[in-house]
């Protein structure tokens, strides 16, 4: 979700920096989220684990994004994600006792707070809406058209995991593709 400018002035004030690596975990399911990150540079993910322990990534965040798990954070319940590196990131952090304590004296945060906790339903919304109503080679055509940049950041595996396909037929979708594109620029 991207940042917003009282929000951001937040981070550049109060915020700490911090560098983490790839595949560096900043927080785990089960955990209640402590931390709230403005990203400035790198790739977070979203990932949600089943029993067996497989992940399924259902959000990515990029250069600009105010990443943590929203629910966890604001109703102080553990989270059911995990939030991970997906490349090294230069973050700016807020501890959440912080957070809540500037939204109990700023309506104007409160309300961008709440603006962003919507938007990360209706993300999740269409990620559940296109999942069940589009395959998965429609889903990755629409992330080449709104994130082609930021495609090529994530790893085919967590892409994979993304659209609910193996790496495999990923590759599969991603040739089938390339090739159909070349059929219609040699016409």
């Not at 600009?64 to 629910?71: A, H």
Request: proline share 3%; charged share 20%.
């Amino acid at each position: 979700m991207q940042s917003n400018s009282v929000l951001e002035g937040y981070f550049l004030e109060l915020g700490k920096d911090l560098h983490v690596d790839a595949n560096q975990s900043l927080l785990r399911a089960g955990a209640v989220a402590k931390h709230i990150y403005l990203i400035q540079v790198g790739a977070v993910r979203l990932c949600a684990r089943n029993a067996q322990g497989a992940e399924t990534s259902v959000q990515f965040f990029f250069e600009g994004d105010m990443v943590s798990s929203l629910e966890s954070m604001v109703s102080g319940c553990p989270s059911g994600l995990d939030l991970i590196a997906i490349e090294a990131c230069d973050l700016r952090v807020i501890d959440r006792d912080t957070l809540l304590a500037l939204l109990r004296s700023n309506p104007l945060l409160q309300s961008q707070l709440l603006a962003l906790t919507q938007q990360r339903l209706i993300d999740y919304i269409h990620l559940y809406t296109s999942a069940i109503s589009e395959t998965p080679t429609q889903r990755y055509q629409a992330m080449l058209v709104t994130h082609k940049d930021q495609l090529a950041r994530i790893p085919l595996h967590i892409l994979a995991s993304y659209l609910g396909v193996t790496p495999v037929h990923l590759s599969r979708i991603r040739r089938t593709l390339k090739k159909a594109s070349q059929l219609s620029q040699s016409d």
